[in-house]
């Protein structure tokens, strides 16, 4: 029985594994992140109204743009090779503030989006925050 077992462990570990839906790990991960706000989900981020909108274009083009595009769009140099994709961070309102400003700090798990909290300023990220508003 054993010789049997390691066989068909090494079979199923070297499977490949199903494509996830790209539109259903988001749902998930919106889902998750109102979960991890709870009320503060449907308000404005703190902050982000004072937030010097200009500095946030120029961390964007240093920090982001790479991913998501200079227009951000999600087209940015290192795209192509990322699943899933860096996020159109122009259209769509499945996100709140809120939760932007969440991601950024934080990050996406399961995708290459890592937090900033800790790599940018407070004042950096919201500053970010306010241009990606200002973009919608």
Known sequence: MNRLLLPLLVLAACSPQPPVDPAARRAARIAALKAELGPAWDQPAPGVDGADVNLGGEVYGKS??????????GHGLRSASMRPPPANLRGGADLTEAGRMQVIRKGSPGTAMPGF???????????????????R
Not at 64 to 73: F, I
């Open 117 to 135: 909290e800790g790599r940018l300023s407070e004042e950096h990220i919201l500053a970010v925050g306010a241009w990606l508003r200002d973009l």
């Open 64 to 73: 982001c743009a790479a991913c998501h595009g200079e227009r951000a769009d």
